[in-house]
């Protein structure tokens, strides 16, 4: 891993409203969602199965993109609680010793894998200043500072993702389920001063890093319609995201308000690259797993063609279960082939 003391380094990659360059080249980027990365059950709690991080990475073209989960809970050793970054710092090695960019995301909306609570519209307007569930851990302010000073150096960070898909919605009476929450009028300003609060910490320790903003773009609290362009518009907004499920083999889901064209042109409008950083489809004992990389092949091909900047797919995990109907993408899923086929450098 690079040196966390050393000074900090220009950023790899950089923007243009026409996508990603890598190295002050044009850059396409394709891989996977690999949450698991940071799982190491002799330190922490784990999220998922323990992967092989050599053979994960080196499985890959140089420079290809991977997303990960870098929640503060896989950075505490669960019989000291205290602060623990050998299981983190490994990703990032790995990643740097293979030539492989990362998106490291700090936290999830839902709390999966850490205090499993929805990040509320409370939260999103000051409660990750302060909240603490527990005397050993820090702030998610502390946490972005923590995380992104230690790491601010590594040749592999393609972008910080502080939230993966948020949404500053209302639970009534603490109910955060989906059928109850209510979206309040000013979610789209909250959620964009967060962006530009919370990003301000990113910027002042790494400010040649890229921020990505983890946003489903499906018509969520806080994005829906005009407001995503709004949101994308932030100065700490580098690029933007949609995630795509349920529409297998349509490069182009969603409706005129909120789907993934109208996500096009409002990045394009707001001068961002938009990424698909989830797309997710079930194989196994429901589809095999040749047609499903025909079907995601179709898809990306549509999608690259009408303006996006990249794909990412949901997920590579280390134990995929083939008997049953699952997203799970394995090492031998002849997706690995199709993504690499996708992912271009110059």
């Known amino acids: 891993m690079a040196d966390p003391a050393s000074p900090a380094t220009t950023g790899r990659v950089t923007t243009t409203v026409d996508g990603l360059k890598l190295d ?6 394709a891989g996977f969602n ?24 080196g499985s890959l073209p140089a420079h290809s993109l991977t997303r990960f989960n870098a929640f503060q809970e896989l950075a505490i050793n669960k019989f000291t609680g205290q602060l623990d970054f050998t299981a983190m710092d490994a990703v990032f090695a790995a990643a740097e010793a293979h030539d492989q960019m990362i998106i490291p995301v700090l936290a999830a909306q839902d709390g999966a894998c850490e205090s499993e609570k929805f990040k509320d519209h409370e939260w999103f307007t000051d409660g990750w200043k302060h909240e603490n569930e527990n005397g ?20 592999s960070v393609a972008a910080w993702e502080l939230v993966g898909e948020p949404d500053p919605s209302v639970c009534p009476d603490g109910d955060c389920r989906w059928e109850v929450r209510t979206c309040p009028d000013d979610a789209a300003e909250v959620l964009r001063d967060f962006m530009e609060n919370a990003g301000d910490r990113i910027k002042a320790i790494a400010p040649h890093q890229l921020i990505t903003a983890g946003l489903i773009g499906g018509g969520q609290c806080g994005t829906g319609g005009d407001f995503y ?11 933007v995201q949609y995630h795509d499920y349920g529409a297998d083999g349509v490069p182009l889901p969603g409706d005129q308000w909120n789907g993934l064209a109208r996500r096009i042109d409002q990045a ?3 001068g961002k690259p938009l990424l698909v950083a989830e797309i997710g489809e079930f194989a196994g004992s429901c589809k095999t797993l040749d047609a499903r990389s025909a079907s995601i092949g179709q898809k990306i091909t549509g999608q690259r063609a009408a303006g996006t900047a990249g794909a990412l797919l949901w997920a590579f995990v280390p134990d995929p279960r083939p008997n ?18 996708f992912n271009t450098v110059g």
Do not use: H
């Open 324 to 341: 049953e109907c699952t997203m799970d993408i394995g090492l031998d899923d002849p997706l690995f082939p199709l993504m690499a086929g």
């Open 136 to 155: 050993t851990r820090l702030t998610f302010e502390n946490w972005v500072k923590t995380a992104v000073d230690r790491w601010k150096n590594s040749p």
């Open 24 to 29: 002050g080249e044009k850059w396409w980027p």
């Open 268 to 270: 394009e409008a707001a």
């Open 34 to 57: 690999a949450y698991q990365l940071s799982t190491n059950w002799g330190i922490n709690r784990g999220c998922g199965g323990m992967v092989d991080l050599q053979e994960y990475f």
């Open 229 to 239: 362009q709004y949101v994308a518009e932030s100065d700490n907004v580098d690029f």
